[in-house]
């Protein structure tokens, strides 16, 4: 039984080498240098466990065990590759000094209250063959698809669509098609097509050519004043 504000000081810095403890529950271990426990196991039942350490707090363990929150104020910084994960190592995020892989391993939501920003200096790239976007998707820059994308509302562009030589704008399936190249534009109704105008539709070029190129008759119907 040490007396309270008592000292059990090592070697000759009795002053920087020491336990002491107090009647009111406090005990203090302090050390120049190194501490160092060594044991099987090591139980702490307290309340609040705080460790100031100024430059860094180095815990050398091939696994950390926690049961509740982990509260922390600073950054995190992981080494290169190593992952935060889920359940198990298939739903994790990980990175290097250059990159972000983020792996839902089945689904991978992205949920916010007001809006979600995805902002690259070059472009944002998705490798899936379908893409699902609710709600209002603003698109600001080019956007580049290797597979198909499958809205379920109205598409609503500000600017230029820039089709490739032959890829159509079908309706159905591809027999009611718009298709162009560099020289001409083909519209195919495939049964009948239909062309309505308030006030006039004007056919502009040398020579406008009506047929199906067959024998077969070609009638040309006019409905209401012709003149």
Do not use: C, H
């Amino acid at each position: 039984n040490v007396s309270t504000g008592v000292f059990i000081s090592f070697g000759t810095d009795r002053a920087n080498n020491y336990i002491k403890g107090t009647n009111t529950g406090y005990t203090t271990l302090k050390a120049v240098n190194d501490i160092t426990l060594e044991a099987i196991s090591i139980n702490a039942n307290i309340t609040t466990f705080d460790i100031n350490a100024s430059t860094k707090l180095d815990i050398d363990s091939p696994l950390i065990e926690l049961s509740g929150d982990l509260d922390i104020e600073g950054d995190i910084d992981l080494a290169t590759s190593k992952k935060i994960t889920w359940v198990d190592d298939n739903t994790f995020i990980s990175g290097t000094a250059s990159s972000i892989t983020i792996d839902g391993d089945d689904f991978v939501y992205i949920e916010s209250d007001d809006s979600a920003v995805i902002t690259a200096g070059t472009r944002v790239k998705f490798s899936t063959p379908q893409i699902w976007a609710t709600g209002v998707s603003l698109l600001d820059g080019n956007i580049t698809a290797s597979a198909d994308m499958a809205l379920a509302g109205s598409l609503d562009i500000e600017q230029d669509i820039d089709m490739a030589t032959g890829k159509m704008i079908t309706w159905v399936d591809d027999n009611t098609y718009i298709k162009g190249t560099a020289t001409q534009i083909e519209i195919d109704g495939d049964n009948i097509i239909n062309m309505f105008a308030d006030v006039s539709i004007s056919l502009q070029s040398d020579t406008i050519s009506i047929g199906n190129n067959t024998d077969t008759d070609t009638t040309l119907n006019f409905m209401g004043n012709s003149n």
